[in-house]
């Protein structure tokens, strides 16, 4: 009977697309338990070594992570009806493990800061080497069946079923058995639904609408909105309140500045951000305010996707997405002609076209294309609404040198924080005839004591 370590060559051998040799009888029982325990240590402590410092080991997803060798061994039956199909597995567990070695060290490398920013940071260079990883597992796979002894209509059909496989597991199925220890990270409260909870909300939105104070005559009033409707992640929940708190502390806007939050923690304090609540406050807040005069203000934070709608989620309730065609549609709706609008968000720059008017300041986190970052559960705040409104305008009461200001912090704190994509480019459009308006803002409140 061939031993353990002649599999192991012979496997390692077919891993590098050279011709196995394997002799004798197919291996034991035992060898083939052998076989799986070595291969699978051997890709479960390199996907360990992916995650820099403490790490907690998902079992479901891994034991998921096995899908696929049922139908790949069915596939390898058919293809080798004359050949012990424990022969093939041998080979097949041992035959991973150089691809997996080369790239998964790849992965260790730049997790660990060992590469150089530009390789796994380049999407080009990144897409470049993942496309890499599938061809070479693909040709170990369909080689390995065809030196076995595999017809050539066998081999192209095993060839074709692999690559169905692979497809499958990289657009289906997550693998990363293991995750950052996060259990000493505040979770964000769930929100239980009840109907004392429902008779809360109205009653809420109600009272903060009917609170806003009215305008002035012949003074240009701030008014805000603050929109953040992801109640997963505790850093929109805090960025709304720091907004609200600086339009309201540098911008003379307390009173006037509507709060719509999903979060656990404020179901019975905020109203929520819902489309439908926030097209309710924009009606009322054009009520209260000089529609031809006054300046609206509306922030937004949340995860944005690639299509440019904005993350809703507050489960167990069900928040439609909003997207900019909405909020512009309601704001026109509503008569309020300066505005000032601000999208924390991915792809955020996505919104600038949708919203831009001559009478309206538009600043994004991101361009069309790029992430932005700080929005997960180990941020306090976004990196944009951090250096734009917790920073900068409380130096300044100019959106423009703000934005201005901020970006290059931006920049710096992305490359120190190594963001994969690069720089999220943040972006800004403002209207011609709205500047008057800010302008008029600005030496109000420069001159006040």
């Known amino acids: 009977m061939t031993g353990l370590i002649?599999?192991?060559?012979?496997?390692?051998?077919?891993?590098?697309?050279?011709?196995?040799?394997?002799t004798g009888q197919g291996p034991s029982a035992w060898q083939l338990l052998a076989l799986a325990v070595l291969s699978t240590m051997v890709w479960t402590v390199l996907a360990r070594l992916q995650v820099v410092g403490p790490a907690s080991f998902d079992t479901q997803t891994w034991l998921a992570s096995w899908w696929s060798l049922p139908a790949l061994m069915w596939l390898a039956w058919w293809a080798l009806p004359f050949v012990s199909l424990s022969t093939w597995l041998a080979l097949a567990l041992v035959a991973g493990v150089p691809v997996e070695v080369v790239?998964?060290?790849?992965?260790?490398?730049?997790a660990h800061g060992v590469l150089p920013a530009a390789v796994l940071r380049n999407a080009w260079m990144a897409w470049g080497l993942y496309l890499i990883y599938w061809l070479w597992?693909?040709?170990?796979?369909?080689?390995?069946?065809?030196?076995?002894?595999?017809?050539?209509?066998?081999?192209?059909?095993?060839?074709?079923?692999?690559?169905v496989l692979l497809g499958l597991s990289a657009w289906q199925f997550d693998t990363r058995v293991w995750e950052a220890d996060r259990s000493g990270e505040p979770l964000a409260p769930r929100m239980v639904l009840s109907q004392a909870l429902f008779e809360t909300?109205?009653?809420?939105?109600?009272?903060?609408?009917?609170?806003?104070?009215?305008?002035?005559?012949?003074?240009v009033d701030v008014y805000g909105l603050v929109y953040a409707p992801y109640a997963?992640?505790?850093?929109?929940?805090?960025e709304a309140d720091m907004v609200t708190r600086v339009l309201g502390e540098r911008f003379d806007a307390a009173g006037r500045t509507v709060q719509l939050v999903n979060h656990g923690a404020t179901a019975e304090t905020l109203a929520w951000a819902t489309p439908q609540n926030l097209e309710r406050a924009i009606d009322i807040l054009a009520q209260r305010m000089d529609r031809e005069n006054d300046l609206l203000v509306v922030y937004l934070t949340s995860h944005g996707a690639s299509d440019f709608q904005l993350a809703a989620e507050h489960w167990p309730l069900s928040v439609a997405s909003l997207t900019p065609y909405n909020l512009r549609s309601a704001l026109d709706r509503a008569g309020i002609r300066h505005r000032v609008i601000a999208v924390s968000a991915c792809y955020?720059?996505?919104?600038?076209?949708?919203?831009?008017?001559?009478?309206?300041?538009?600043?994004?986190?991101?361009?069309?294309?790029?992430?932005?970052?700080?929005?997960?559960?180990l941020s306090d705040l976004t990196f944009f609404g951090r250096a734009v409104f917790d920073e900068q305008l409380r130096e300044t009461h100019s959106f423009?040198?703000?934005?201005?200001s901020a970006v290059p912090v931006i920049r710096q704190r992305e490359v120190e924080a190594g963001k994969p994509d690069g720089?999220?480019?943040?972006?800004?459009?403002?209207?011609?005839?709205?500047?008057?308006?800010?302008?008029?803002?600005e030496e109000r409140l420069a001159s006040k004591p």
């Open 232 to 238: 997963s992640e505790n850093v929109f929940m805090r």
């Open 201 to 219: 909300q109205q009653k809420v939105l109600t009272d903060t609408l009917a609170a806003l104070t009215p305008e002035r005559p012949g003074v």
């Open 103 to 110: 790239t998964q060290g790849v992965a260790i490398a730049d």
């Open 348 to 377: 955020s720059g996505g919104w600038i076209a949708p919203l831009a008017t001559d009478t309206t300041l538009v600043m994004t986190a991101a361009d069309p294309d790029h992430t932005s970052y700080g929005c997960g559960r």
């Open 6 to 22: 002649t599999w192991l060559r012979e496997g390692l051998r077919a891993g590098w697309l050279l011709t196995p040799r394997p």
């Open 137 to 163: 597992v693909w040709s170990v796979g369909v080689r390995l069946v065809h030196v076995l002894g595999a017809s050539r209509r066998r081999t192209a059909g095993f060839g074709l079923g692999l690559a």
């Open 400 to 404: 423009e040198k703000a934005f201005a």
């Open 423 to 441: 720089f999220s480019n943040p972006q800004i459009q403002v209207g011609e005839k709205i500047r008057p308006v800010l302008m008029a803002v």
